[in-house]
């Protein structure tokens, strides 16, 4: 809208010009008054001064400005009612007034195109009922001294009236196009929104039919657990459901595929989860129940049976979350992170599927961490397990951890961070044809401004900006903190060092314009 401004006001200029050098050539050979001639003439002269000025600062974009475009418009104003009463308040050259009102009127500053539509208006009427009354000789060209008073005055309120018409139309039609504006950017967010949730749901399906059904090792007992049937697939392992052979107890087992058995590797780093998440004590993290090692005729882990849905299966259902619920996973998570953190474990690949809403006794809920596969502990290089390799989900993966850097605590708080921001905005934060690309993205680009995909209030940009900061140390040290902020900022009340530093962040590697 602001550009279409400058080019109407531009062409505006133009077109001003262009009558100042008609009229100074046509009014000398005309007849009239005398006096409104010499009017006129300065009236003209006027027109071509501002008109001049006003196109050489619009030689380019940066050279307009709102408090320019009113002087001009002003000066338009004067020049063209020394016209009218040269030519007649009566003649049809007030008709040229509206053409000049609308394009200004449809301008950004609503204090401004007032002012000019009061201006015309006041000028308009103030001249015609100067002539009407006697106060002012009429020196028109064209004049109504043939028309009765009252005549002339119905014809004084109908000019008013087409300028007020002209003016609520003119503004009318700017609300109409700012809505059509932001419908359009809505249906363009949409789609990309649309585009971004189909690939995450194309990954989610790929999962969800390697699952189910009879497996490998369906009917067979590992330890102190029957298993069922298949759960799920991944590319080192099966998880089935299980049962405790007696008690009864429902579990769910994870073992290696038959292939890994034979790397040493592979069945040390499954040995290692399994010791990771069997150590970390707390509601928020997966229970262990039993782990069979390399003494075993299986290297096995037997969990708690969860019965509820993981965030994916939640975001598939609920689209986005509110920013209640996203403060409640914040916290519940934030409390297993914690317990790692204490431990000496980044687990390395939190995303949405890692996170699990397990249903407890009664309505009672708890966000719970899932698979320490790829952890680490923190100070091991983990080389020898992970082959150097950048390991984790492209899109919920720190930018040290997408680039081959040492990951902390931090790198975990900021998967969780690009978590949330796909809670609250329903949307990921990074998405792309390939790996590649998203690992690009992930490095060197901010995701979309969140208040512009989703109503949240600009606070929660801010804090967002801080939890997803390139540089480990810009971020929040805990996920208590982010969810402390985020809580602040939901309310309107984000502390002022928290608020400049989101800005500083943002100088750096500012949000990337909503496809």
């Given at each position: 809208m602001h550009a279409q401004e400058v080019a109407r006001t531009r062409a505006f200029t133009r077109v001003s010009l262009g009558l100042a050098v008609v009229l100074s050539a046509a009014i000398p050979l005309s007849g009239g008054d005398p006096i409104a001639r010499r009017v006129v003439i300065g009236g003209v002269a006027t027109t071509f001064v501002f008109a001049t000025w006003l196109a050489i600062l619009l030689r380019n974009d940066q050279g307009y400005s709102v408090r320019r475009a009113l002087i001009f418009a002003f000066s338009c104003i004067v020049s063209g009612y020394t016209a009218i009463y040269y030519f007649g308040v009566f003649s049809p050259a007030p008709a040229v007034i509206p053409f000049g009102l609308y394009l200004f009127s449809v301008g950004q500053s609503f204090g401004g195109t007032l002012a000019i539509y009061l201006g015309c208006a006041a000028a308009q009427l103030g001249l015609s009922l100067a002539i009407v009354s006697g106060l002012l000789v009429d020196r028109g060209l064209v004049r109504a001294d043939h028309l009765g008073r009252l005549d002339r005055l119905v014809i004084v309120a109908l000019v008013e009236a087409i300028f007020f018409a002209t003016f609520v139309i003119a503004r009318s039609t700017r609300r109409t196009t700012i809505s059509a504006i932001e419908e359009h950017d809505r249906a363009v967010r949409g789609l990309a929104q649309r585009d971004a949730l189909l690939k995450e749901a194309r990954q989610d399906l790929e999962r969800a039919l390697s699952a189910g059904g009879v497996g490998r090792f369906t009917d067979q007992t590992l330890g102190s657990f029957k298993l069922g049937a298949v759960l799920g697939r991944g590319g080192m392992g099966e998880v089935y459901e299980a049962t405790h052979v007696t008690s009864r107890e429902p579990g769910a087992v994870k073992v290696l595929h038959p292939s890994a058995l034979a790397d040493p590797e592979a069945v040390r780093r499954f040995l290692r989860e399994a010791k990771l998440a069997a150590s970390l004590s707390v509601p928020n993290v997966v229970r262990v129940l039993e782990i069979g090692g390399l003494d075993s005729s299986l290297p096995y882990i037997a969990m708690e049976r969860l019965e509820g849905e993981d965030l994916a299966d939640l975001l598939r259902t609920e689209r986005r979350l509110s920013v209640a619920k996203v403060l409640t996973l914040l916290r519940q998570v934030g409390t297993g992170l914690e317990a790692a953190r204490a431990a000496g474990i980044v687990h390395r690949d939190l995303k949405p599927r890692n996170l699990f809403l397990a249903r407890q006794q009664g309505e009672r809920r708890v966000w719970k961490i899932l698979d320490f596969g790829v952890s680490k502990l923190t100070g091991d290089q983990g080389a020898t397990l992970t082959r150097e390799m950048v390991i984790g989900?492209?899109?919920?993966?720190?930018?040290?951890?997408?680039?081959?850097?040492?990951?902390?605590?931090?790198?975990?708080?900021?998967?969780?961070?690009?978590?949330?921001?796909?809670?609250?905005?329903?949307?990921?934060?990074?998405?792309?044809?390939?790996?590649?690309?998203?690992?690009?993205?992930?490095?060197?680009?901010?995701?979309?401004?969140?208040?512009?995909?989703?109503?949240?209030?600009?606070?929660?940009?801010?804090?967002?900006?801080?939890?997803?900061?390139?540089?480990?140390?810009?971020?929040?040290?805990?996920?208590?903190?982010?969810?402390?902020?985020?809580?602040?900022?939901?309310?309107?009340?984000?502390?002022?060092?928290?608020?400049?530093?989101?800005?500083?962040?943002?100088v750096k590697s500012p949000w990337s314009v909503a496809a």
């Open positions: 989900t492209p899109s919920y993966m720190a930018p040290e951890q997408a680039s081959g850097r040492a990951v902390t605590h931090r790198s975990d708080l900021y998967s969780l961070a690009v978590i949330g921001y796909r809670a609250l905005t329903g949307r990921p934060a990074f998405t792309g044809d390939g790996v590649p690309e998203i690992l690009y993205k992930v490095v060197h680009e901010m995701p979309s401004r969140p208040s512009q995909i989703a109503r949240l209030p600009v606070e929660v940009d801010l804090v967002l900006a801080i939890a997803l900061a390139k540089d480990p140390a810009a971020r929040f040290d805990t996920a208590a903190e982010l969810a402390d902020a985020l809580a602040a900022a939901a309310q309107g009340e984000l502390d002022p060092l928290l608020r400049a530093r989101a800005e500083a962040v943002l």
